[in-house]
Nanobody
Framework: VQLQASGGGLVQTGASLRLSCEAS????????MGWFRQAPGKEREFVAA????????YYADSVKGRFTISRDNAKNTVYLQMNSLKPEDTASYYC???????????????????WGQGTQVTVSS
């Protein structure tokens, strides 16, 4: 499956953005999906994940209550709604998918088989 992330941009502190990740090649509903981010000089970190049918989610503590992951399998698209953005949210954001069971291991990047290219989010103070 090919993943195409979009929706990044430059915003001010407190603003909102919605990232999208569109899949092609295979049915998105076959995969659990996640968002990761990587800031310059830092390791890639987990942000959020959603199960195949959208019924279960995981969030990093740093984004809980501000970010919401969702999916529309009919549109083959996963979303990350980001509210109350902070400068520390600045990073390249990557979507990824895996077909393993949806457990707490889904927070690990190594669980994922497919990755999209990053979309840059920059939050100015």
């Amino acid at each position: 499956v090919q993943l195409q992330a979009s929706g990044g941009g430059l915003v001010q502190t407190g603003a909102s953005l919605r990232l999208s990740c569109e899949a092609s090649g295979r049915t998105l509903g076959n995969y659990n999906m996640g968002w990761f981010r990587q800031a310059p000089g830092k390791e890639r970190e987990f942000v959020a994940a959603v199960s195949r049918n959208g019924g279960s989610t995981y969030y990093a503590d740093s984004v809980k209550g501000r970010f919401t992951i969702s999916r529309d399998n009919a549109k083959n698209t996963v979303y990350l709604q980001m509210n109350s953005l902070k400068p520390e949210d600045t990073a390249s954001y990557y979507c990824a998918g895996h077909s393993a069971a949806f457990t707490n291991a889904t927070v690990n990047a190594g669980q994922y088989d497919y990755w999209g290219q990053g979309t840059q989010v920059t939050v100015s103070s």
